[in-house]
Structure formats: C-alpha cells, structure tokens
C-alpha cells in the first residue's frame, strides 16, 4: 500500500511537496506512513509516529465520537470535515480536520488516506465571532432599553402636558421632555460617533484654541451638578500648559465630558480633579498631559482590561442603574488615538479612578484663534438680527417645522410653509426669498434635487438664494453631499435655537451687508511667484495648477508610507523630490514643514515627530488643492 502511494506525480506534488499532513492508517488507525508536513504543524518527527495508533494521540474528550466517526469513513470511498484534537510534541492539542479516501473501494486496500489541516485559527475565529455577536447582542438590548426610557418620557410628559393649565405643572413637564430629548441626543450621538470612527470617516479640526478655555468651558458644565451631588470638582493646569494650541477643541471636549461625565455619575461622595500639565516638549510640538480623577466605585481588576472596549463595556448592570449609551470611554480612546496620542487608566475598587490622556499639539498664536461653539454667540448677537426675513422652511415632519417656524416668528422673521422640495420650487417661482431652511429627506422631491433644480432652473437672485440643509445625517461625508448639491451649510438635527440663531446671523448679515460669502480662512495658496516667473501666462498657470493635483497625491502617499514602515533615506528622497514643487506653488506655511521632513529623515533626528509634522503638511496640501480646484472650477485661468 505504501509504495502505492509513493509511485508517481501524486506522490511529489500532494504528498512529499504538500503543506497538509498526509496520514495513511490501516481500518484499525495503526499509522503506516506520515509526511513531513506533520513536523511543522504538530511538531512530531514522522518516523517518531510510523507504527503507533492514531487514536492514541486523540483527545480523549473527542475519543468515542472521533472513533464513530472514523468507523464510518471505511464505509465510504470518500469523507470529509471530520474535526479533531490531536497531541502535539510539546503536550498540547491542536485542532484539525481530516478528509478520507478509502483505498479499499480504489486497490482494495483495507486503509485510509487522511488528508489533515489545521483549523485551529479558523476555531478560535469563530469563538471570538461568536463571544463578539454576543457582546453586541448585549450592546443592542442595552441600547433598545436607554433610547426607549427618554422617548417614553417624552411620550409621557407631552400627554400630561396637553391635560393640565396649570404654568408649574407645564413647566415642570416641558423641563422633563428637555432633559429627556437631551438623554436620547447624547445617545444617538454616541452612536453616530462610534459608527464614523469606525467607518474611517471621522475628520479633525486644525484651528487655534485655548486650553485653559476649554477647562474653564468644561468646569462650568458640570459644577452645578457636582454641588448638587456634594462633590468638590477642581482643575488645576500648570503654566506651562497654558498656551493656545493648534487642534481640535471639540474633540478633546469631548473626550474630556466623557471622561467627567463618568467621574460625576460613579462618584458619590469626595471629589473630582482635572490637571492639565506638558508631559514633554519638542520644539513646537508640546505633548498635552490630561489627568481626570475621582474617588468613585472604582472599576474591578476584570472589567479593567476591557473598560476600553467596544460593546464589552456595556455592562447590563452598570447601564440599568447609571444609563447612557456604555460607548463613551471607546470613542474617547479612539478619538485620542485618531489624534497621535495615548490613553490610560488606574483604578482600585471602592476607591477611584485615574484616566490619563496625552495628546500633542503644536504651539499656536493669538492670531489663531477663532470663534469657537464655546462662545455664546446668539447672546453676543441679539440685536444684529434685522426683523422682516423672508424664509422658506421646507420640511416634512409637522413637529421639526413647527418648531422652526415658531423659533423665526418669534425673531421677527416673516415664514414660508413648504412640505417638500416640489412645493418649495413652486413656492420660490411666486416669490422671493433671503433664505431657504431645506430639510433633505423629504418625499416627492428631497432636499438635494430641489438644491440641483433651484440652482439649474432659476435665474438672477432665485438661484443664488442661501440655501441651508437641515439634516439628521450627521455622518461625515452626508453633509458633503449637500455641499456638493448646491447648499450653503447645514444644520445637524436636533439643533438648538442659538445654532440656528447662529446660522442666520452668518447667512443673512452677508446679504444685508453685501459682503461676499465667507469661504473659510484667509487662502494658503499665493501664486505671486508661479505668476511672475511665468509673465502671468494663465495657460501655462492652468496646466502647473493640473499637474500639481495629478501627481501630489501620490507624493503624498509615497512620503507617508515611508514614514510608517521607517525607511527614512526614502523618506528623505520624496520630500526633497516635492519640495520645489511647494515653493513653486507658493504654498508658503508647507515650506518649512516639508524641509523639516526631509531634514530629519536625511539625518535621523526627531524621528517621533516626523508622523506629526506630516500630518500637519499633508493638511495644509489638502486645503492647497480644494483651493487649486476652486480655482479651476470659477475660471481663473480661463
């Protein structure tokens, strides 16, 4: 039988040659021969096994269904996907499978070819599948029951609500549905954040702000509930820490009410402290120590591990007793590791926690700066709102439109009704309006067709009416289809009347004004010296401006690259190879950066902040040909 098997292609392409362990064993299991395959997989030389019985090397938990099994296959010319255990040389098991030829029906042989693989990944795939969709299944219970609480409560309120006159009976039910509408929007917020991250599409600012106006911000969020709770809360942030930097203020509110959010919830009695210090500096790239600490319930040795996993921290007891969504210490991690930096924690049972985050920021100045959503801007604003605009809220859903027209009347704006976009149209062909309100999932025709009609149909001012998306679809890269539709801006629902009081002072003071539309910040692109070297040859201009946006994405991906698999001397060639390309292009806040890449590459210095200062000229690239872009689309060098 052996010298069956070891006569011809077959024996030197499946068996000597191939990467399964081939077993041949007689109807009784005993071994006749084995390939070197099993060397590598089990760890057992192959004449080590040749003479015993396969079955002694079984797991003797698997033995009886193994041995039925296998009884089986001798009755069959073929098998196949029979699972095993068997020992390996170092004591251990490993799963495998086999599939059987039976000779006895081919040679009439009384034996097996057993064609073994390892399945021992593909097991241990499906059980961390399998404890994943449990951990998820657990999520979305958790989930169904904290967004039904508040919309139960908000059922509940508005129906007592409607019963009753009485001004402190109203009031107390109208601050319930508030407080209960502000539940469910952290909610679905933190879905919608978890769901960006996760997808990839979750983008960071790159603005001017102040640390200590965040923590100032910050502090009074939550010291109203901290004295309601008999909680001193303190933050304390060292001198030196005290700077503008360039980042995204947002974000690292976020993750810093995340992280107080969970320290007021669980803490009951003692304090609460945030510390702000540079964990370490490299020129301008300071590295932003947060420190959040509390003397709460702590977090047990077991759940520590996985606190910042997604779902696994969405603890069934510790949702139904604290509430919210269980996600907010997983966006928190990601949204810091999004931003270079790291996160830790330090907890005892009973006696607190410590969350430290790091993230680096690169030195600001005052002239960065910008307003921020800190800023009470429809307070700051109130009389520059001109009574009498004329605004068309087109909308489908009766309570969202009610609400906003009864938000503008009440600012003296003079309100059209529109149910969907082709009302909308028609509504806009009769008369004319200083802005539109445009929902984008409408029935008949939604907000973005009614964008492309009024902007290809009409003419003269019609067409150019502001146009602001009101969207649920607060996903990265759904308001861009908006932008993409004809839209001004957007609106996130649920919004509040100060972000719509915004949006109308920065829409309607430029029609009043006559000031152009804000494009954003001051241009990073100055062509002066593309211009002057060319005699202002548009053509020519045209055609560097078209081969810049062909070829620096690739540059760009070749540089970063590099940079992450550490092969500096190439690193050092790219950047030197699209340097000139940046001065000729007059992106002048990219030049240095550019030279720093390849400065630090050539020589291997401050090899830890080249990943940031790519990041930071990949950006300013960016921003370079969206301006490129535009100015290709309106014409300029035509």
């Known amino acids: 039988m052996v010298n069956y098997i070891k006569s011809g292609a077959f024996y030197k392409a499946v068996v000597e040659d191939g990467s399964d362990i081939i077993f041949i064993v007689d109807y009784n299991g005993n071994i006749l021969y084995l390939n070197h395959a099993v060397l590598e997989t089990v760890g057992h030389q192959p004449k080590d096994l040749i003479g015993k019985n396969f079955f002694d090397f079984i797991n003797p938990a698997m033995l009886t269904d193994l041995r039925?099994?296998?009884?089986?296959?001798?009755?069959?010319?073929?098998?196949?996907?029979?699972?095993?255990?068997f020992l390996c040389k170092n004591n251990t098991y490993k799963y495998l499978e086999f599939n059987s030829i039976n000779l006895k029906h081919k040679n009439d042989v009384e034996g097996l070819i057993l064609d073994c693989r390892d399945i021992s990944q593909r097991k241990k795939d499906a059980e961390e599948l399998l404890k994943a969709q449990k951990t998820k299944e657990q999520f979305l219970a958790n989930m169904s029951h904290e967004i039904r609480t508040p919309i139960n409560g908000i059922s509940g309120m508005a129906t007592l609500l409607s019963d009753t006159d009485d001004p402190e009976e109203r009031k107390k039910y109208i601050d319930a549905i508030r407080n209960s509408a502000e539940s469910l929007k952290v909610i679905i917020n933190d879905i919608l954040d978890i769901s960006s991250i996760e997808a990839g599409k979750m983008k960071f600012e790159r603005i001017g702000f102040s640390i200590r106006n965040v923590l100032e911000n910050l502090y009074n969020t939550f010291i109203h509930q901290a004295k309601e709770k008999g909680i001193t809360l303190e933050y304390e942030i060292d001198p030196e820490a005290d700077i503008i930097v360039i980042g995204d203020p947002v974000r690292l509110s976020q993750i810093l009410i995340n992280l107080l959010g969970n320290a007021l919830k669980f803490t009951h009695v003692g304090s609460i402290e945030l510390n702000v210090t540079v964990k370490k500096r490299d020129r301008e790239l300071y590295y932003m120590a947060f420190d959040v600490s509390d003397t709460g319930i702590g977090i047990s040795k077991d759940k520590l591990e996985h606190i910042f996993d997604s779902f696994a921290q969405a603890d069934a007891s510790v949702t139904r007793r604290y509430g919210g969504s269980g996600l907010g210490l997983t966006i928190s991690k990601q949204l810091v590791e999004l931003q270079n930096g790291i996160i830790k924690v330090k907890s005892v049972e009973n006696k607190g926690s410590s969350f430290r985050f790091v993230i680096p920021y690169f030195r600001g100045k005052k002239q960065d700066l910008k307003t921020t959503v800190f800023e009470d801007q429809e307070e700051n604003n109130e009389d520059t709102l001109a009574p009498g605009n004329k605004i068309l809220v087109v909308e489908d859903n009766d309570v969202n439109r009610l609400f906003v027209v009864k938000t503008l009347i009440k600012w003296d704006c003079l309100v059209t009704e529109a149910e969907n976009g082709h009302i909308a149209i028609e509504k806009l062909k009769k008369e004319d309006f200083d802005l539109v309100l445009m929902d984008v999932q409408m029935p008949v025709m939604d907000g973005l067709e009614a964008t492309i009609a009024i902007r290809n149909k009409f003419r003269g001012?019609?067409?150019?009416?502001?146009?602001?998306?009101?969207?649920?679809?607060?996903?990265?890269?759904?308001?861009?289809?908006?932008?993409?539709?004809?839209?001004?801006?957007?609106?996130?629902?649920?919004?509040?009347?100060?972000?719509?009081?915004?949006?109308?002072?920065?829409?309607?003071?430029?029609?009043?004004?006559?000031?152009?539309?804000?494009?954003?910040?001051?241009?990073?692109?100055?062509?002066?010296?593309?211009?002057?070297?060319?005699?202002?040859?548009?053509?020519?201009?045209?055609?560097?401006?078209?081969?810049?946006?062909?070829?620096?994405?690739?540059?760009?991906?070749?540089?970063?690259?590099?940079?992450?698999?550490?092969?500096?001397?190439?690193?050092?060639?790219?950047?030197?190879?699209?340097?000139?390309?940046?001065?000729?292009?007059?992106?002048?806040?990219?030049?240095?950066?550019?030279?720093?890449?390849?400065?630090?590459?050539?020589?291997?210095?401050?090899?830890?902040?080249?990943?940031?200062?790519?990041?930071?000229?990949?950006?300013?690239?960016?921003?370079?040909?969206?301006?490129?872009?535009?100015?290709?689309?309106?014409?300029?060098?035509?």
């Open 68 to 85: 039925a099994q296998f009884s089986q296959s001798t009755l069959k010319p073929f098998d196949e996907n029979i699972e095993f255990h």
């Open 461 to 638: 001012k019609k067409a150019k009416v502001p146009i602001v998306a009101l969207t649920a679809n607060a996903i990265e890269g759904d308001n861009k289809k908006c932008l993409d539709a004809g839209m001004d801006d957007y609106l996130t629902k649920p919004f509040k009347p100060r972000e719509l009081k915004t949006m109308l002072l920065k829409r309607l003071s430029q029609k009043r004004n006559g000031a152009a539309p804000k494009t954003g910040p001051k241009p990073l692109v100055d062509l002066g010296h593309l211009q002057e070297v060319c005699y202002n040859d548009k053509g020519f201009i045209k055609e560097m401006v078209e081969v810049f946006l062909r070829t620096i994405p690739k540059a760009l991906e070749e540089i970063g690259g590099s940079i992450k698999h550490e092969e500096w001397e190439e690193t050092g060639n790219a950047a030197h190879k699209i340097k000139p390309s940046i001065s000729f292009m007059g992106i002048e806040n990219a030049i240095q950066l550019i030279q720093d890449i390849e400065k630090c590459s050539k020589n291997k210095t401050d090899l830890e902040v080249l990943p940031h200062k790519f990041e930071r000229f990949k950006e300013l690239c960016d921003r370079a040909c969206v301006e490129f872009e535009d100015l290709l689309k309106n014409g300029t060098f035509s």
